[in-house]
């Protein structure tokens, strides 16, 4: 067997497969150009909070979309994390003008 026949490259391309990977490969690139404008836009700092945030969203979307179990460990690692989170973005934002 070569790689091509028979071997791990071999695969049935119809077209359902070729619009899964450029979906896919789409949206690599959408990821990979946020992350490009975020970094240029804040500091280090602030790229790895919404890093910490986007981990945070996968996390949770285990039990909600696939019905996974929620362990104690990471119910309390993710709260701990969207408290830093919520508390870095309180401390950065601006103090607003009072009303009158």
């Known amino acids: 067997d070569n790689l091509f026949t028979g071997g791990p490259m071999s695969f049935d391309w119809t077209p359902l497969a070729y619009l899964v990977v450029f979906g896919s490969a789409s949206l690599a690139f959408l990821v990979n150009l ?25 996390l949770m979307s285990g039990p909600m979309l696939f019905g996974e179990p929620v362990t104690l460990k990471v119910a309390l690692g993710t709260a701990l994390a969207l408290a830093g989170i919520f508390w870095y973005t309180y401390l950065r934002l601006p103090p607003r003008a009072k009303s009158a």
Do not use: E, Q, R, W
């Open 34 to 58: 946020s992350i490009f404008l975020v970094i240029g836009k804040t500091d280090p700092l602030a790229y790895n909070v919404l890093g910490h945030a986007k981990l945070c969203m996968i």
